[in-house]
């Protein structure tokens, strides 16, 4: 059977929806990082995704073909994630989306070394005739975190955003968003076929102790 990422890791991919503290650990992930409205047509962000998708199904499918990798297993390709943020740091303002800086992602095992990643990008050019220079293979290192799923359509997300930013506090941490840690996103829903209302979203925010 193969490696489900959200089934073994629950904790990170399948959150009550309530805010909870955790620590998230280092962690691997196909990236390719742009600017501009993510839900333009064609866009960067749509581009980005595609390309993601398209080295996670290379990676995952190696072992139809000639190509081994040391350490390989079998697993399902975990949702998409994203990390935003836009200039002047802070909580995302959802009416600016045309100002966001992004990175998209996918999680990817550990067994996947630059040398393996590097040949994903060239099998995906040679097979599907796309561009893979923008890909990067990137570590994670979140650390405290507040994290709840939020259902619903994405420009709800302000209240969630509110009950988790709330609860933080009360537990004695603030937000600690800045270019380093983002406000971070795991789409659980594909929103090309889930009504809005229906969405779910895992939302992680880091944060550190608040000073006495």
Known sequence: MAFDFKKEFR?????????????????????????????????????????LFTLAYTVKMSKMGDHRMTGYFDFVVPPLEGLWQQKGGGPVDLNRKQDFGWTALIRLP??????????????????????TKDARLKTLS?????????R??????????????????????????????????????????????????VIRLPVRKEAP
């Open 142 to 150: 979140e650390g405290m975190c507040v994290q709840m799923l939020h």
């Open 11 to 51: 904790e990170f991919y399948l959150p009550p929806q309530k805010p909870q503290l955790l620590f998230v650990p280092p962690m691997q992930y196909a990236s390719v990082a742009g600017e501009g409205d993510p839900n333009a047509p064609s866009g960067a962000f749509q581009r980005a995704v595609g390309l």
């Open 110 to 131: 550990d067994f996947v070394t630059e040398e393996e990643f590097a040949w994903a990008r060239q099998e995906a050019a040679r097979k599907k005739g796309i561009e």
């Open 152 to 201: 619903g359509p994405y420009d709800q997300e302000p209240a969630s955003i509110r009950q988790m930013e709330q609860f933080a506090a009360q537990a004695g941490y603030v937000l600690d968003l800045s270019d380093q840690r983002r406000h971070h996103e795991i789409y659980l829903s594909d929103a090309r076929k889930t009504a809005p209302d229906k969405m779910r979203t």
